[in-house]
């Protein structure tokens, strides 16, 4: 699409599932981009890689785990002699928290999410900046709200988060004079698939319905209402894109006006 915000631009896509990983993957696809796609699933992958092939997009699927140093090799060697260029990553790793105290939380899997949403993502990062530095590109990384806030049980989730972050700004500075940028956005709660399922369970176990349990979570924010997947997602195409040349080292908060920052 001539004019779009990346034409002709590569951008590669690190943790893509069924929810923010797909409507990022499709956002960047309908803005212009070519496509690489990179989870554990391959199946989840060829799904994604089919919906953006249906409407004529060009793709390239590599099953990758991001805490592995070879399969992150393989997906940068992959990508440059397909395509010859990086123009945009975005990392976005998932493991899901432990919901416990963190008086009562397993180190182990502290840990786990460490080592995949940071770690993982700088393993990613690193692996991916002389490509980046040989286009001016840009890093999108995929942080939480969960940083704005203390609410109990959500510790080990913010431990992971607000190391992400640090680890970003840092990155910025350090490849700022690389002509690379690195940005972060900050999605709250996401009116996906698994947050519905999620709402049904608050209200069984409450005796209300789901729509109650809604309601009473977007009171919360200024809009009265949670962002949708495509929300977040077109946020993180401006931050790959041109558009945002002068802005590195910055956090997008995308939460329909639950925090302030």
């Known amino acids: 699409m001539s004019g779009a915000l990346l034409d002709g631009k590569v951008v590669v896509v690190s943790g893509v599932g069924p929810g923010l990983g797909r409507s990022i993957c499709l956002a960047a696809a309908a803005a212009g981009a070519t496509v690489v796609l990179a989870a554990r699933t391959e199946s989840r992958l060829h799904e994604v890689a089919a919906e953006i092939e ?18 992150v090799g393989n997906l940068v060697t992959r990508t440059v002699e397909t395509f010859g260029r990086v123009d945009a990553l975005v990392n976005n790793a998932f493991s899901v928290p432990s919901m416990k105290p963190l008086e009562r939380t397993d180190f182990d899997h502290i840990r786990a999410g460490v080592d ?4 993982g993502g700088l393993r990613v990062t690193q692996a991916f900046t002389p490509a980046l530095t040989d286009s001016a590109g840009a890093v999108v990384m995929i942080n939480s709200a969960v940083v704005r806030h203390s609410e109990p049980r959500y510790g080990s989730y913010k431990l992971t988060k607000a190391a992400l972050l640090a680890m970003s700004q ?3 500075t350090e490849l700022g004079g690389k002509g690379v940028r690195v940005n972060s956005v900050l999605p709250g709660y996401i009116w996906s698939d698994q947050l519905k399922w999620y709402f049904g369970e608050i209200a069984k176990k409450y005796g209300i319905t789901a729509d109650q349990v809604y309601e009473q979570t977007a009171a919360r924010s200024d809009l009265k209402r949670l962002p949708e997947p495509d929300e977040i997602a077109r946020a993180v195409v401006f931050l ?9 080292g910055q956090t997008l908060d995308v939460n329909c006006g639950e925090y302030h920052n």
């Not at 249906?54 to 399969?71: K, M, N």
Request: proline content about 6%; overall charge negative; hydrophobic content about 50%.
């Open 54 to 71: 249906a409407v004529g997009g060009v793709t390239l699927s590599v099953p990758t785990d991001i805490t592995d140093d070879a399969a």
């Open 116 to 119: 995949l949403t940071v770690l």
């Open 240 to 248: 790959a894109s041109p558009w945002s040349s002068a802005i590195t």
């Open 170 to 172: 840092t990155l910025a």
